[in-house]
């Protein structure tokens, strides 16, 4: 205790000598906290996330909603877990590691300037958290659920939307089209939720898309989505309760993952999947959650988590009159309900679902063990064409894996062994190196067997779903000075058995690099080139068979922002990209966003 004691006024001598001789330029690096909107890396990643999706914009904003709810409520570092630490997905596993272990040896913050004090943690992290973060002696230990229930947050979003342009489903004779739209042209959702700091959330949710009707016809009790959720936290042994509709995230993604999770982008140390075990679910999407009631019980470095699940699914529902066989010949994921076909395609499939894992943790070692079972009450039976030769079939699917992760001094390295009930296999690992306070590298594999299934899954992978795919990813960051920043990766990958609309094995590969240019907290310029190759069918000449050629695309963006005060913020900028198919014509988009205002209030 006393060795501690002599550490840790060291540390704060340092500290304070280094404020006197430098406390301009302190002042300058490590403002006090200013609540404010999300960084901008932040919307990089969310950009880069919806450009991955073919521009489909992610229906899961629980973290927009986790980012502003910190902004009134910041998380004590004093207190948070490694749980709460990951939800904010600002911070890379090297970081979260070592201030853990930074708290343990020499105690709780005196103030957030200490927090330079954390090996591997550099001003633009730290610049990036300050809105999120606090630093108080006093706990937030609450003993009941009833005192929780007391001075909680508690919001109500009422959202409509609605695209000026007609949708074709509008426009069509409803006597003669069987994609015609009966319902109105706006989306509405409306949200309610109260939340307790971390320790209790509960809420409902009503949604309907554009196009689906509100009251009558095929959706008489009113909103085409209801979704309610209740969860609470830290009750003694029992670590979490979630009780109606809630995601669970095992390992690195390869036997279920369900919470919004990021791939390649600017960050490059942020390549492994962080988050609790069990996330409440109040977002709009139809897909990506369960409904039934989940528990995660720990004690001292172990923590167990169980799930029992029932909810109906859409699919296209087939029956067989010859063989007097009705089957699912495939699950639908849109979550809409406009024509006809998609009403008569909604809750067509049941889906009973049990799991777990069970944990053990250290401060620098972790491993898991998962197991998940999909029971569906009729069979799935794809088309028998050759890309779904390996697709899911059946009426079972079931998922094991063990996942581990090792922290030593600046290297952080995890990974995860993945297999279905049919025995094929999938392996992910990665490494996250900080190699000095100005320089960072990732790199990361991996191989999934062409026949390998999983359900609800989001790997780091290129494909949507982990399967059929094997590749090699490494980034490196440089900050060469406190004001320039180098981001850059390179990722090559391999597809051994072909897909849909890639008549062939294929392979391809992915180069993105990044200059951010930050002189001061009001002021950010960016510039990227990113170039991907990724080959599919191009059969212009209808030929007999598809011949499948590299779909080469280029992009170049420069993006300034400059803050006018911690509620506005002004953005202009100009993006080029270059799409060739090696047919006869390249194509070239441009556009130019000369400004663009965004608001906290």
């Known amino acids: 205790m006393f060795s501690k004691f002599l550490k840790r006024c060291l540390t704060l001598i340092i500290l304070f000598c280094g404020f006197c001789l430098t406390s301009a330029i302190a002042q300058e690096k490590i403002p006090p906290p200013v609540r404010t909107e999300p960084p901008t890396t932040v919307e990089e990643q969310l950009e880069d996330?919806?450009?991955?999706?073919?521009?489909?914009?992610?229906?899961?904003?629980?973290f927009l909603q986790d980012m502003m709810y910190f902004l009134k409520e910041p998380i004590n570092l004093n207190y948070a877990d490694e749980g709460l630490l990951q939800q904010l997905k600002l911070l890379s596993p090297i970081q979260i590691a070592n201030l853990l272990l930074y708290r343990k040896a020499f105690g709780n913050f005196l103030h957030h300037y200490e927090i330079q004090a954390v090996p591997y943690w550099d001003i633009q992290t730290i610049q990036k958290i300050l809105p999120y973060i606090t630093v108080s002696e006093k706990a937030d230990v609450v003993k009941s659920i009833s005192s929780r229930l007391k001075g909680g947050d508690q919001t109500l979003l009422v959202r409509g939307t609605q695209v000026l342009e007609?949708?074709?489903?509008?426009?069509?004779?409803?006597?003669?089209?069987?994609?015609?739209?009966?319902?109105?042209?706006?989306?509405?959702?409306?949200?309610?939720?109260?939340?307790?700091k971390n320790s209790l959330q509960y809420g409902v949710t009503a949604e309907k898309d554009a196009g689906e009707q509100f009251f009558r016809g095929a959706q008489k009790d009113g909103f085409d989505f209801y979704s309610a959720h209740f969860f609470v936290k830290d009750i003694g042994m029992i670590k979490s309760i979630a009780l109606g509709d809630f995601s669970v995230n095992l390992g690195q993604g390869l036997t279920s993952w369900q919470s919004l999770s990021f791939n390649k982008g600017a960050e490059i140390l942020n390549i492994k999947r962080q988050s609790e075990t069990i996330r409440p679910y109040n977002s709009a999407g139809e897909v990506e959650f369960h409904r039934g009631a989940a528990i995660?019980?720990?004690?001292k470095n172990w923590e167990a988590t169980a799930l029992i699940s029932y909810r109906k699914l859409d699919a296209s529902f087939k029956s067989d009159t010859l063989e007097f066989e009705e089957y699912?010949?495939?699950?639908?994921?849109?979550?809409?309900?406009?024509t006809a076909s998609e009403v008569a395609a909604k809750n067509k499939q049941g889906q009973f679902t049990v799991g777990g894992n069970i944990k053990y943790n250290t401060d620098r070692f972790h491993i898991g063990v998962n197991a998940i079972n999909y029971h569906f009450e009729l069979p799935i039976k794809k088309q028998d064409v050759a890309y779904n030769q390996f697709a899911l079939s059946g009426k079972q699917l079931r998922n094991y894996s063990v996942d581990y992760s090792y922290t030593f001094k600046n290297m952080h390295l995890f990974g995860e062994v993945a297999m279905d009930n049919n025995h094929y296999k999938a392996i992910i690992n990665g490494l996250a190196i900080s190699a000095s306070s100005k320089v960072d590298m990732s790199f990361l594999h991996r191989k999934i067997s062409k026949g390998y299934q999983s359900l609800?899954?989001?790997?780091?992978?290129?494909?949507?779903?982990?399967?059929n795919e094997s590749g090699f990813f490494t980034g490196l960051a440089i900050t060469p000075t406190d004001y320039i920043k180098i981001n850059a990766y390179a990722d090559l990958?391999?597809?051994?058995?072909?897909?849909?609309?890639?008549d062939a094995p294929t392979s391809g590969a992915d180069y993105m690099i990044q200059l951010t240019y930050k002189p001061n907290r009001q002021v950010e310029i960016y510039s990227r080139y990113r170039s991907k190759n990724k080959p599919v069918n191009f059969n212009p000449e209808n030929a007999p068979l598809n011949p499948v050629v590299a779909k080469a695309r280029q992009g170049f963006r420069t993006q300034f922002s400059y803050k006018l005060n911690p509620t506005f913020t002004l953005r202009s900028r100009v993006e080029l990209s270059w799409y060739d198919k090696k047919g006869k014509n390249l194509r070239m988009d441009f556009s130019f966003i000369q400004m663009s205002f965004t608001s906290t209030f």
Not at 296 to 299: A, F, Q, R, S
Not at 328 to 338: A, D, F, T, Y
Not at 493 to 502: A, L, Q, V
């Open 328 to 338: 699912v010949s495939s699950l639908q994921i849109s979550g809409l309900h406009r």
């Open 493 to 502: 990958f391999k597809f051994p058995w072909i897909k849909y609309r890639t």
């Open 456 to 467: 609800y899954s989001s790997a780091f992978t290129e494909n949507t779903r982990p399967n």
């Open 166 to 196: 007609k949708s074709k489903g509008n426009l069509i004779d409803s006597n003669t089209a069987k994609n015609f739209y009966p319902g109105s042209p706006q989306r509405v959702l409306v949200r309610y939720r109260y939340k307790y």
């Open 296 to 299: 995660t019980l720990g004690k």
């Open 49 to 62: 996330l919806t450009e991955a999706n073919e521009d489909a914009v992610p229906d899961d904003d629980s």
